[in-house]
């Protein structure tokens, strides 16, 4: 008896019902493989986008230094100003390779995003922030001709949502200043394309902020100095001082326990799904009672009934497990635009990142799933009593 072929058709009589349960399984498989996707995605995009800030530490005026630290990963504007003498007084420590200062700002376009209104983001920076991100590369164009001159370096985003070339003007409104762009960066997936670079004397000018800053990037010779030079750091009145790596270890945690929260919401969908797996076969297995006295009737013996019901349900959980994967794959791209909406200062980068082993691993659940969810159906029909079942079944 090919058990898999006399299953296969048993679940194609009740098409609808089948469907459904397939589908329900294929929904708790797709949540589970969104979140787990999501879970990696963001991590690795977080740990890539601090990475890619070029530096360990971040100077900054005093407030909240995660929601600063957010900002500025983000490229964001709205965070306080302090003095360029924090600057001008730390840089000289022995213990710093390499340090960069940062000014901020952005301007209301309406112009923007084809008459929709946005925000153009404006960052005054001087040559030492190539030195801390020498994976900014130039597209076209070169560096700024002075550290006064009216110029412009785009990055690769902003020059293509502004859809400018090297020589070509950029207005910003409400200032009334013209700069010529004279580079453009290449992608580097970072925050960084959206921005436009100014040079930072040129950038206090513009926007009225002499000798201000929001923020100074450090990178230190030796990571272990890290704690100590924070400690020398901290009594320095107005500003306060931001590890990267402690902020990425925060947004983790706090990551986590919203992870807790999905995650219950994903077992709850599994437990669903098998609840309506086991409803659905034991089911059929009634509607079927004098089928299965029949068959026991003519020689079928109670294992060969078990596996028959057993593989009906693995077929629906497996069936259910690669419909879920397919679900997962084809709407990440749909998930992760709902995440970076929600959450606008989410990081850069793939948020869902759904690997070959996360879908392995998801069918090798759904079939473990068929193969709990059948056991008590399994047996139901396996012990029926051939004449009883015949009688009951009339």
């Known amino acids: 008896m090919n058990v898999t072929s006399i299953a296969y058709k048993n679940l194609k009589r009740k098409k609808i019902r089948s469907a459904l349960t397939i ?37 900054t005026a005093k407030g909240c230094p995660y929601e600063a630290a957010t900002l500025m990963l983000k490229g964001g504007g709205g965070l306080r100003y302090m003095e360029q003498d924090v600057y001008d007084k730390i840089r000289s420590d022995p213990r710093i390779d390499k340090i960069t200062p940062q000014l901020v700002s952005t301007v209301y376009d309406p112009d923007r995003l084809q008459g929709q209104g946005g925000f153009s983001m404006y ?57 010529t762009v004279v580079g453009i960066f290449e992608r580097t997936g970072t925050q960084d394309d959206g921005i436009i670079f100014l040079p930072i004397k040129m950038t206090q000018q513009i926007f009225s902020l002499p000798n201000k800053l929001t923020g100074v990037g450090i990178k230190l010779k030796n990571i272990q100095d890290i704690g100590k030079f924070e400690e020398d750091l901290y009594n320095e009145p107005g500003i306060q001082i931001i590890s990267m790596a402690q902020v990425r270890g925060t947004i983790l945690n706090l990551i986590s326990s919203a992870k807790v929260l999905a995650n219950s919401v994903a077992v709850i969908a599994v437990f669903i799904a098998v609840i309506g797996v086991v409803n659905t076969i034991l089911m059929s297995v009634f509607e079927r009672t004098r089928e299965i006295g029949v068959m026991k009737a003519i020689g079928a013996s109670a294992t060969d009934i078990f596996k028959l019901i057993w593989t009906e349900t693995i077929l629906v959980c497996a069936a259910g497990g690669i419909l879920g994967s397919v679900f997962a794959l084809l709407g990440s791209g749909i998930v992760e635009h709902i995440i970076k909406t929600i959450l606008p200062y989410a990081p850069t980068g793939r948020l869902v990142l759904i690997k070959p082993g996360l879908l392995l691993a998801a069918l090798l659940g759904a079939i473990v799933l068929g193969i709990i969810s059948g056991i008590y159906p399994a047996w139901r029909a396996s012990s029926m009593r051939p004449v009883e079942a015949i009688r009951t079944g009339e």
């Open 123 to 179: 960052m005054g920076i001087t040559d030492s922030y190539l030195e801390l991100k020498p994976w900014s590369k130039f597209k076209s164009g070169q560096w700024f001709t002075s550290e006064t001159a009216e110029e412009a370096i785009m990055g690769y985003e902003a020059a293509e949502v502004e859809q400018r070339l090297v020589g070509d003007k950029i207005f910003i409104p409400n200032i009334n200043k013209v700069l």
């Open 23 to 59: 589908g329900g399984v294929a929904i708790a498989v797709a949540v589970l493989v969104s979140l787990l996707g999501f879970d990696r995605g963001y991590q690795q995009s977080l740990a890539g986008n601090i990475d890619k800030m070029g530096y360990q530490l971040l100077v």
